[in-house]
């Protein structure tokens, strides 16, 4: 069958080692192929994405996907790239992460398709569960050396004490073999033969490569391949998937929407050129069409508008992504007043997160409450009565973004969602009032 997926996957800087025989492999045949998510929240970050997107390409290049969820492997804790022992998570938490992994999953993966590359999401706890320690040792204990294990980088850093390690138990020691038994239990009930994933993965994909080799010898068919995708970092050297407020998360209830959107909305233009092949399912053409324009006129921002808009709509919906336009708009509105309104209010809240906030009682605005009180004795964002006086002297005070004089009384007219009033002082300061 005709393959355009590892050509796809290298134009978009997607492709950090591959096996040889990979490509012939997947040029041959509708091949069968999975990657790992490690249950170790209730949801996936932006981080995932990328594996995401690879298993998405994967479907979409005609070959089957896998999404493994890693019930079992979630109980020891992965030592690629980390420091220090995981905390062991109880079977209640790992339950719920495992349900919220699988629910994220399938936004984007079809698990009901009844096509013959259908996507597939499997639980190793299932296989893994009834495994007794003896039968582990001897059916597959056996068949990788120690020497082989210590000689992958993500053990030997540990070994090493680099990046202050303590060392590592037998626990995460045995990670690396029970990953390579999922790979060989997915190649002999799936015959799966591809797993992907993150560079730093490549020790562990490896040994499941070999596992699956040694565990059919003499057999014709115990080929298994491997492929990882660079790990993504910001051209600042930061972490990439962090905000000011921790994770970006995939659901909207741990980062809201337009926190996401506006994430993506404000990478540098370096990242939004790497970000937009990585992140979205745009072509070559559209892309390179985009990175000239953008080039021609950087403070449009058309790379970081366009990027934001595929990946919000991609991980939520159009809807969702058009109110997070329009909550990034009303503060610049020429009708501000009447838009402002038309936003819930936890979107409401988010567009004025961080703004200082007073709580007054809403008996206050029974006869009106005065410019002079509102600014100054009431809430405090003026430090005194003269200058509230000063400033509104000065036309430099807005109701709602509205221009008032001294005159003014503050009404439930002014209530954006029955209870909030945004209070401007020049252009740069702001101030909301909620009453209850």
Same mark, same amino acid.
């Given at each position: 069958?005709?393959?355009?997926?590892?050509?796809?996957? $290298? %134009?978009?800087?997607m492709?950090?080692?591959?096996?040889?025989?990979?490509?012939?492999?997947?040029?041959?045949?509708?091949t069968?192929?999975y @990657?790992?998510?490690?249950?170790?929240?209730?949801?996936?970050h932006i981080?995932?994405l990328?594996?995401?997107?690879?298993?998405v390409?994967?479907e979409?290049?005609g070959?089957k996907?896998?999404a493994?969820?890693?019930?079992?492997?979630g109980?020891?804790g992965?030592?690629? #790239?980390?420091?220090?022992?995981?905390?062991?998570?109880?079977?209640?938490?790992?339950e719920?992460?495992?349900? #919220?992994?699988?629910?994220?999953?399938?936004?984007?993966?079809?698990?009901?398709?009844?096509?013959?590359n259908?996507?597939?999401?499997?639980?190793?706890?299932?296989?893994?569960?009834?495994f007794?320690?003896?039968?582990f040792?001897?059916?597959?204990g056996?068949r990788?050396?120690?020497?082989?294990?210590?000689?992958?980088?993500?053990?030997?850093? $540990?070994?090493?004490?680099?990046?202050?390690?303590?060392?590592m138990s037998?626990?995460?020691?045995? !990670?690396?073999l029970?990953?390579?038994?999922?790979?060989?239990?997915?190649?002999?009930?799936?015959?799966?033969?591809?797993?992907?994933g993150?560079?730093?993965? %490549? #020790?562990?994909?490896?040994?499941?490569?070999?596992?699956?080799?040694?565990?059919?010898?003499?057999?014709d068919?115990a080929?298994? !391949?491997?492929?990882?995708?660079?790990?993504?970092?910001?051209?600042?050297?930061?972490k990439?998937?962090?905000?000011?407020?921790g994770?970006? %998360?995939?659901?909207?209830d741990?980062?809201?929407? !337009?926190k996401?959107y506006?994430?993506?909305?404000?990478?540098?233009?370096?990242?939004?050129?790497?970000?937009?092949?990585?992140?979205t399912f745009?072509?070559?053409?559209v892309?390179?069409?985009? *990175?000239?324009?953008h080039?021609?006129a950087?403070?449009l921002?058309?790379?970081?508008? $366009?990027?934001?808009?595929?990946?919000?709509?991609?991980?939520?919906s159009?809807?969702?992504?058009?109110?997070?336009?329009?909550?990034?708009?009303?503060?610049?509105?020429?009708?501000?007043?009447?838009? @402002?309104?038309t936003?819930?209010?936890?979107?409401?809240?988010?567009?004025?997160e961080? *703004?200082?906030?007073?709580?007054?009682?809403?008996?206050e605005?029974?006869?009106?409450l005065?410019? @002079?009180?509102?600014?100054?004795d009431?809430t405090?964002f003026?430090?005194?009565?003269s200058?509230a006086?000063?400033?509104?002297?000065?036309?430099?005070?807005?109701?709602?973004?509205?221009?008032?004089?001294?005159d003014?009384?503050l009404?439930?007219?002014?209530?954006i969602n029955?209870? !909030?009033?945004v209070l401007n002082k020049?252009?740069?300061?702001?101030y909301?009032?909620?009453?209850?």
């Amino acid at each position: 069958m005709a393959n355009t997926f590892v050509d796809e996957l $290298r %134009w978009r800087g997607m492709v950090h080692d591959i096996m040889p025989g990979t490509e012939e492999q997947l040029d041959k045949e509708m091949t069968t192929a999975y @990657i790992g998510f490690d249950p170790t929240s209730d949801s996936l970050h932006i981080g995932s994405l990328v594996p995401i997107i690879l298993l998405v390409h994967l479907e979409k290049a005609g070959h089957k996907p896998v999404a493994l969820v890693g019930g079992a492997t979630g109980m020891i804790g992965d030592p690629s #790239g980390k420091s220090d022992e995981r905390n062991l998570l109880d079977e209640e938490t790992l339950e719920r992460n495992v349900a #919220g992994i699988k629910s994220v999953l399938s936004r984007f993966l079809d698990f009901n398709s009844t096509e013959k590359n259908a996507p597939l999401l499997v639980n190793n706890y299932d296989w893994m569960k009834d495994f007794s320690f003896i039968d582990f040792a001897r059916d597959v204990g056996k068949r990788i050396t120690v020497n082989y294990m210590m000689a992958k980088d993500s053990v030997k850093k $540990r070994f090493s004490g680099e990046e202050g390690s303590i060392g590592m138990s037998f626990t995460e020691f045995t !990670y690396q073999l029970i990953q390579g038994y999922d790979f060989y239990h997915l190649h002999k009930a799936l015959n799966c033969k591809l797993q992907m994933g993150g560079s730093d993965q %490549w #020790g562990n994909i490896t040994t499941g490569t070999e596992l699956v080799r040694r565990m059919n010898v003499g057999q014709d068919d115990a080929k298994a !391949y491997a492929m990882t995708c660079p790990l993504i970092t910001k051209a600042d050297g930061s972490k990439f998937g962090k905000s000011e407020g921790g994770n970006v %998360w995939l659901d909207a209830d741990k980062t809201s929407v !337009y926190k996401f959107y506006q994430f993506w909305l404000n990478t540098s233009d370096e990242d939004a050129e790497k970000y937009i092949k990585i992140f979205t399912f745009l072509s070559k053409e559209v892309i390179e069409a985009l *990175v000239k324009e953008h080039q021609e006129a950087p403070h449009l921002r058309l790379l970081q508008k $366009r990027l934001a808009e595929e990946v919000t709509t991609f991980v939520h919906s159009k809807e969702d992504y058009e109110n997070a336009v329009k909550a990034s708009e009303i503060l610049f509105s020429k009708t501000f007043n009447e838009d @402002i309104r038309t936003l819930k209010e936890s979107l409401f809240l988010d567009v004025f997160e961080g *703004v200082p906030q007073a709580e007054l009682k809403a008996s206050e605005l029974e006869d009106g409450l005065d410019m @002079i009180a509102a600014l100054a004795d009431k809430t405090n964002f003026l430090a005194s009565n003269s200058e509230a006086r000063r400033a509104l002297k000065e036309n430099a005070v807005a109701v709602n973004k509205n221009k008032v004089t001294a005159d003014y009384k503050l009404t439930t007219a002014d209530l954006i969602n029955d209870k !909030y009033v945004v209070l401007n002082k020049g252009k740069k300061n702001t101030y909301i009032i909620k009453f209850v």
